[in-house]
Every structure is written in structure tokens, then in C-alpha cells.
């Protein structure tokens, strides 16, 4: 097999330029030319087109080249890329240009099954379908007992456990029994004092996430819980629900002495402090 020919002579004017610079040695052979050096990967053509005419330049280079350093050799190494026609690079350019500003944008590529709505990701399409619930509201479970409505069937399962007042995971220290192991695993915290859940405002410790969540709406002044009457708003969502008795004239709290009722337990536990 013949040898070819390389299309590209200017690739080793090049490289002999910048290693010559790089050297100390600013003498430019040619007509000149400023180094080029283009961000192309060679394929197997363009490493074979060139071997060649590279191994001639080296044999004539070899006395002059024989005392260069390993920083030297290391770029004559990587500088074996052929230049590419003007509108090669100018296209190169272009998709890093669009590339840096895709980045620069926020734009995420979607992994796995991505939330439109927020761009969170999951891995199963069926978890990706249980996060939108919580976008769109919607709630497919229902409670067969109080028709409360739920957006996951474990939830579901979970709420079915008040009616049938079951209560499989016990406490091993005071045997106190609860319907969900989360709570289990809270209630163990009193036992340990354990509060792992810290303000960054003011140094306090909680036992639950909750509880330093709606701690912090001091600090903020959130009050998320809106009444629909008359507007008033709270910081807790039991806060409402109690304020809402008001207008209901609910009072479920009943004295087991006087039957008396209240609307609210405070104020029940009260009364039996200070009447009976």
C-alpha cells in the first residue's frame, strides 16, 4: 500500500510554530502564519494522512529537537490535530456559543421522568405520577367511612387505621401504640430527647420537622391558614380550625360532670381545673 499524501501540510507548520514558542524560541517558519489550533477530534484518516509527513519533519528536527523537556514533548504529542475549513470551526463556535448559552439559561436536560411543572425528577413514571397530584390537587382516593379524600393509597391506608382504631406499632419503652411508624418514630424522641431540627434564627431545638417548620413562622410572620369568614389569618392550621368554631357555634369538648360543652380542649381541661 502507497503512502498518502497529506491533504493538510499546514498542520505541521502549525505545531512546529507553537512548540517553538513555547521553547522561547519566537522564529516562525513559512510566511508566517499564526498558530492554529482547532477543538476538532481526529479520526483515524486524519492521524494516518498526517503520520508521515510528521515523521520527516521529526527525522530533520532531531538534532535540533533532541534537548527539548517533557513539557515539550507533551505538546507535540497532543498538537496532532489537522485544521479544519473555515466553516467547520465557524460551526464548532456556534454550537459552543448555543451550549454555554443553554447553561447559562438554567436549562435542565430531562433525567429519567422530570416534572414539567417544577423540573423535579423521579425515577419511575408512577412516582412522577404521584408528585403532579400535589400541583394539580387532585385526591382519587376516598375513604369509604368519611369519604376524606386522599392523593396516594398509602395515605389512605394509613387514614383507615383512626376508624378501625388500629394501632400496630408499639413503643417497647412505655407500650404507647400508634396507627403509622413515623409517629412511633417521633414519639421514641421523648424518651431519647432527641431534637435534631434546629432554627437557624434563634437556636431552638425541635423533635419534628412540623414543629420547627411552624416555629419559624414567628421569625417570618407567615400566616398561611386564611379563614374564609371573616379573613383572619394563623400561623397553624389547628389555629383555624379552632377560630372556625366561632362561626359554626361547634363545641365538641363536652365536662363529663356538668356537661357543659366547649369548643375548644383548653378551655375544657380549664373548667375542670377550676369548677369541679
Excluded at 482547532?38 to 533532541?66: L, M, T, V, W, Y
Excluded at 400566616?223 to 363545641?251: T, W, Y
Amino acid at each position: 500500500m502507497g503512502r498518502r499524501k497529506n491533504p493538510h501540510p499546514k498542520r505541521a507548520v502549525n505545531a512546529r510554530t507553537v512548540l517553538k514558542v513555547v521553547k522561547g524560541r519566537r522564529e516562525e517558519e513559512g510566511e508566517g502564519e499564526e498558530p492554529v489550533l482547532c477543538s476538532r477530534n481526529p479520526d483515524e484518516d486524519d492521524f494516518e494522512a498526517n503520520h508521515h509527513q510528521i515523521q520527516k519533519e521529526e527525522e530533520e528536527e532531531e538534532g535540533e529537537e533532541e534537548g527539548e523537556d517533557d513539557d515539550v514533548k507533551r505538546l507535540r504529542r497532543i498538537l496532532t490535530c489537522v485544521p479544519c475549513d473555515d466553516d467547520v470551526v465557524m460551526e464548532q463556535n456556534q454550537m459552543r456559543e448555543e451550549e454555554t448559552a443553554f447553561i447559562k439559561k438554567g436549562v435542565k436536560r430531562k433525567r429519567g421522568h422530570e416534572c414539567d411543572v417544577c423540573e423535579k425528577v423521579f425515577q419511575s413514571p408512577s412516582d412522577l405520577t404521584r408528585h403532579k397530584r400535589t400541583h394539580t390537587k387532585e385526591k382519587p382516593y376516598e375513604c369509604d367511612v368519611c369519604e376524606k379524600r386522599f392523593s396516594q393509597p398509602g395515605h389512605l391506608t394509613q387514614h383507615k387505621r383512626i376508624h378501625m382504631n388500629e394501632k400496630p406499632y408499639e413503643c417497647d419503652v412505655c407500650e404507647k401504640r400508634f396507627s403509622r411508624s413515623s409517629h412511633l418514630q417521633t414519639h421514641m424522641r421523648i424518651h431519647t430527647n432527641e431534637k435534631p431540627y434546629e432554627c437557624d434564627v434563634c437556636e431552638r431545638c425541635f423533635s419534628e420537622s412540623g414543629s420547627l417548620k411552624r416555629h419559624m413562622r414567628i421569625h417570618t410572620n407567615e400566616k398561611p391558614h386564611k379563614c374564609d369568614v371573616c379573613d383572619k389569618a394563623f400561623r397553624q392550621s389547628g389555629h383555624l380550625k379552632r377560630h372556625m368554631r366561632i362561626h359554626s357555634n361547634e363545641k365538641p369538648y363536652e365536662c363529663d360532670v356538668c356537661e357543659k360543652c366547649f369548643s375548644d380542649s383548653g378551655n375544657l381541661k380549664r373548667h375542670k381545673r377550676t369548677q369541679h
